[in-house]
């Protein structure tokens, strides 16, 4: 059976979903074909829209950082954002005025769900991870609000705590660390210490899941003997701020939060490894968003093919364990990821774009089709430029449409948003979450445009 | 009285054989390494104590080979496991050394346990290996021995502290006292306390391996060497049932032998001038692995490449022919021909041999200090071989899976129900860390409460954490603050483990850094450089590693 | 030694290092399973994590990075890897599609070859049934119980009994599987009532055979071939077009060995055969108008939804809602396992009940009358559990909600 839709897009990671909500939100016949979960599902709980310029000597805020994108490298996906209908030339304030609207999209649409974030644009944020460190970027989900922690660290008393029998998080090692590298950033709070409760969702204090903490706190709260424990904690450190591991509840959190904050502190959780529960809002979160908006989602499906004709990809063929759909659309997005969402594959003999079969560039729009992976690597693991190979992904024309090395459009009808694009290394950048939101957004527009005929 | 009579230089496997033997003589000895135990060459290696097979040529060393093979199996029999190999043929001309090799092989089999050298058909043998090439025209079958070669020098080493040695990691040799011709002590330099210490010792036992040549210099003494570097490429998990051995595009042999949870590719065998510390595999290396296995097994390349480990032999210096005629024997240089008492060095050798030198070099010094011992570490047993373990009512007992169960046993033999008696006062130590091998939390803080691991690189050689596929990707952090907590090490230091243990990781994944690594990666990277921000924080405070340096 | 000698000395070998070659169709499996990259997505949604946590179902990532990583040690895995419902959740959710439901197949196999003894028990009484009567169920002591059971049933819904009047060149054979053939028989009567009233030309088995589900899924792979074997020669010598099926695990099983085996006909759920074949159209022109106003919930079957299609079940909505005065209300656990799967329920009752609890709280919690879904496994354990948890909700086989709401003819 032939299914026929407006629009097709592939992948359900934040660039698809929200490409996918804008079209069907507007009217447009939307099916979203998922193979399983991607990078969106490892979010940390941040949303970073630009948390560090690599050719860039000082910290930046984010729309600082955005604005200086523009003159520095043409191949950025947010530097394409800005490209002027006009003069084709690009326009910072485009780029600015851009993010600023997807951003205010994303959170209105993300209002109530448990993905809910905090944050601004013109604000640096430097959040705490699970090490202990921070981390700069821009938004927060609202659990991991640090209140008033930065601004009057002279008097903030920051506790930290872990849960015994959960290896994700080490209360104490995380707050030696903050501790040591906040005197060393010279902005100290005025005392950190840390503590171990009990949270045992399965009656054993060993082997203890960041999800299944959730679930429990979810279904039954926080734990009587738990939240003694943290009083007297609170009342021995004399603490004003609470940092927990990012398993406060999936739907929950908030409301364990909540009961924290009565003992008179500022709860907030910690920045958090996969596989995270902030990852799951946040997925959940869009997801929920996505069916709201009317639009279809086929999950378990992977595309292995497609038929094209006149430069345009006229069927895509879906594959699940053991049946095939055919789906035409008018137009497609492909936001399929880079290497975590499969969207890129990188063998010893070179770079590709998985689905069709896309030519691929590097940071600078470099062809990457026969480059020995290898070569686009760093001798040192962890180091400030990063691996150039985070950066392969498909060159894209203004409209964000996939260009071959000779810089034609390949399908006039094939849009691609997140990170299948190349042109920029979210890793060092810190900027995941928002390349995949503001070009989604765009790419979006951008087909309802084609499907409308005014492209 | 001299502080020693003995100071061992090197703890690889000859270096913690010597100080064994040493000690279990009532010598009283010190072991100085300037890394961790296992660190470089025994660490590199396939673990195969060989019976021999690639030697016929050498019909004393076969005999030496089988009989060492006997005693490991008496002493160690815990961390060994037997490997049935099979040899196709795709010609005849692929027989390894014409047709001696069976028979030379076949004599020795029945004391190892192990039947002669037997003939598959092609379906047999595919029976046994699907994934061989279906051209094949028959298959030679053996049966060889596999130890862990980590625990094997962290057993020799503890099994020498248990005997009254001194045992000194990350304590780097700096300088050899000579004094009228004799040894008289030697300097060395604490690389954790930054503090150099000099101790008297009457002997000086230099089982440094490919630094050999290097620490002779120190007594103004000479050793030759033929260094000539090796690589593997390890691959996720056994993808083959049985070893399998091929000619290589150059009519070398080469192997894949399953290997605990994962399978190795090796060896390839390069004349060497360069640090040691520097190599790492090249991408030559690689492809001259892949593309000679691929003969006999041709779905070699889609296997997951997991690392690549680079190491050096300190072959002995014979020169102008071809690496594989070099003698595999070992020898011992009395230097007193140089006109230096009281100092002995190796060269040569292989894993197999590793006690049987310690015994002739400890013979030696026995010799040299006049004093009459005999030789007992053929016979006694490494720590944890002293009895059989019954994994499952242990994990029934202390209620942890059995898998992990058996892991343990597999490293630890009877230290096992030690280890899980700590998790009645820590029940919380029953927690996986590691999730790959996997490693539970009682186990790293026993070891590093009793095995002096001073890194999570010394962790994983002790207990295998960070080895599978994800390479450490999971366990880094965790394991890195159990580290910090029990060593109360800085949060900087704390940071500083995770990056180390990274790069360690990294030199061996970057030069096979394709496909499903680069997957891994992305995750990695995730983690630590974009969320954990180490990137930015610690960039500029981070040494690089030998092999990382541009210069 | 001669060639043979060595080959049974060598397989001597083998059994003492608990060596078990794996076969070349297991090599695919194997391919699969080294993507993983241990992020642990799964383990974020697996419902046996879910249901008894970590420690003590260590979840998909560790049977992927851990319990298959060396065969030799694959006996030590009993504990962890029979209490995989095989749903097929973290093979969907799998940013790498790694294909655990089957590596988990593949250790349960080795198991059962090297060490019976530390297979559940309770899964080899299973096994004495299949072998005694090429079924998992006994049959009925007395073959005229099993008729008044099923009159009863039939009469209860009031639905007719149909007699099939021709087999010989049948279209379509129609394969109840053993829950509908022996214990849920409305499931199959309602299945021939529908095909009937829709003039389908078809066939059922005089002597059903198991489709080797269950087999595999303890890991007695022999036995599983050699029923597979055996359900292949009996629809061959039918000559049929195509089996359409109303059993979830039937439909993904057949699909699967059909393709492996070269059967070469499609295999179909009776939902995609109604919407594929028979059309929207004339189904809702068969359904009865007057009947009372019903919210009803889905339950979504993990041998459908995660092992053929999730479309399957967006045609079962599209079909209830062609049914008047149905109202389809949506559950948050609809797609989650049941906990009848992966025969985790005949040994560890516990933890298939804990897995099942996630669903009844979701199904209490909508405003739902009645529970259909397009399974009878998943519709006899909701069944059971909402009972003895004293939730009044009845649960209904999507094919006998079908077909209780066609119109009179």
Known sequence: ?455 | MADYDVVVIGAGSTGTAVARDCAMRGLRTLLLERDDIASATVGTCAGMISSGLKYMDEPEIVDMCSDEVVHFLRIARHIIMKNPILTPMLEMSDLSSGGNFAEEYSKRAESRDVPPVLFLTPEDSREIEPSLNPEIIASLYFEEYFIDPFRLCILQALDAKNHGADVKTYCELVDIDVKDGKIVGVVYFNRITREEKRVSTHIVINAAGPWASKVAKFAEAKVDLRLNKGAHVILDRRVVNVGVIAKAVDGRMIYLFPHENTTLLGTTAIDTWEDPDTLTASHDEIEYLLQSMEWVIPSIRDARIIRTMEGVRPLVADWKIPEGKVTRGYEIIDHSSQNIKGLISFTGGKLVMCRHMAEAATDLAAEMLRVETECKTHLEPLPGNEDDVDVLALAKEFDISQHAVERLRARRGTETRMILELTKDHPDWKTTICTCEPVIEAEIRYSIRHEFPQTLNDLRRRVRLGTGPCQATFCTYKAAAILADERELSGHDFQLDILDFLSERWKGKRPSFRREQIIQEEVAQGMYACVGNLDLTLGSVYTRKPWEDWS | MSEEEAYEFVKGTLKEERIIPYKEDELEIIKSIEQCINCGICINHCPVVAGVGVDQFSGPRSIAVELSRSPPEFWTTGDKVYLCTGCGTCREVCPQSVNIPEIVNMIRARIFEHRPDLVPKELHKVLETIHAHEKAFAPWDDPEDKIDSRDMRLERLGLPLVDIESKESADVLFYPGCQAEEMAQEVKEAAKVILKRFDVNFAVLDELSCCGLPARLIGDEKTARELNTSLKEKIKSLGVKMLVTTCAGCTSNISDIAVRDNWDIPIYHMIEYLIEHIGIDRLQAEMASDTSATKITIHEPCHLIKHTSRQILDYAVEILQAIPNVEVITSSARDSCCGGGGMVAYHAPSVAKSVVGINLAAIDATSASRVVTPCPLCTATLEDNLYRSGIPIDVDDLTVFIATHLSME
């Open chain 1, 1 to 455: 059976m032939e299914h026929e839709y407006d629009l097709a897009v592939i992948g359900g990671g934040i660039a698809g979903l929200v490409a996918g909500t804008i079209a069907s939100e507007s009217g447009l016949k939307t099916i979203l074909i998922r193979k399983g979960r991607g990078a969106t599902s490892y979010s940390s709980g941040a949303i970073d829209i630009l948390g560090n310029l690599v050719e860039s000597q000082f910290p930046l805020s984010p729309i600082d950082a955005l604005s200086t994108t523009g003159v520095i490298r043409s191949t950025h996906p947010y530097v394409i954002l800005g490209i002027s209908e006009n003069n084709r030339e690009v326009h910072t304030e485009l780029i600015v005025q851009r993010v600023k609207d997807s951003v205010k999209w994303l959170q209105r649409n993300l209002d109530g769900l448990c993905a809910e974030f905090t944050g601004a644009l013109d604000q640096a944020m430097e959040a705490i991870t699970v090490l202990g460190t921070t981390k700069p970027t821009c938004f927060v989900q609202k659990t991991m609000d640090m209140g008033n922690l930065v601004k009057d660290h002279d008097d903030s008393n920051l506790l930290f705590v872990d849960i015994v029998g959960h290896p994700d998080f080490n209360g104490r090692l995380a707050a030696r660390t903050y501790a040591e590298f906040q005197r060393y950033a010279d902005k100290p709070v005025k005392r950190v210490s840390s503590c171990s409760i009990t949270i045992t969702p399965f009656g054993k204090p060993y082997n203890i899941s960041s999800v299944e903490v959730a679930r429990h706190l979810d279904h039954s709260g926080l734990p009587k003997e738990a939240l003694s424990e943290l009083r007297k904690n609170i009342e021995n450190t004399g603490a004003t701020h609470v940092a927990l591991p990012p398993v406060m509840g999936i739907e929950s959190a908030n409301t364990v939060l909540q009961e924290i904050a009565e003992l008179g502190v500022h709860p907030f959780e910690v920045l958090s490894f996969p596989p995270s529960v902030p990852g799951m809002r946040l997925q959940q979160s869009l997801d929920a968003m996505y069916l709201e908006s009317g639009g279809q989602m086929i999950v378990g499906h992977e595309v292995v093919g497609y038929d094209s004709a006149d430069d345009r990809v006229s069927r895509i063929i879906a594959k699940s364990p053991h049946r095939k759909m055919k789906i035409s659309a008018t137009s497609t997005i492909l936001a399929t990821g880079k290497f975590i969402g499969g969207g890129i594959k990188g063998t010893e003999s070179g770079f590709k774009e998985s689905i069709f079969n896309l030519d691929t560039v590097d940071l600078n729009y470099n062809p990457t089709d026969d480059l020995r992976p290898q070569k686009l690597t760093d001798r040192v693991n962890v180091q400030y430029e990063g691996h150039a190979v985070f950066s392969v992904g498909v060159p894209v024309d203004r409209y964000f449409r996939p260009i071959n090395y000779d810089s034609q459009v390949v399908y006039e009808n094939v849009f691609a948003a997140g990170s299948v694009l190349a042109g920029y290394n979210y890793l060092v950048e810190k900027s995941g979450l928002g390349v995949g939101l503001t070009t989604g957004y765009t790419t979006g527009l951008n087909a309802m445009k084609y499907i409308k005929e005014e492209l």
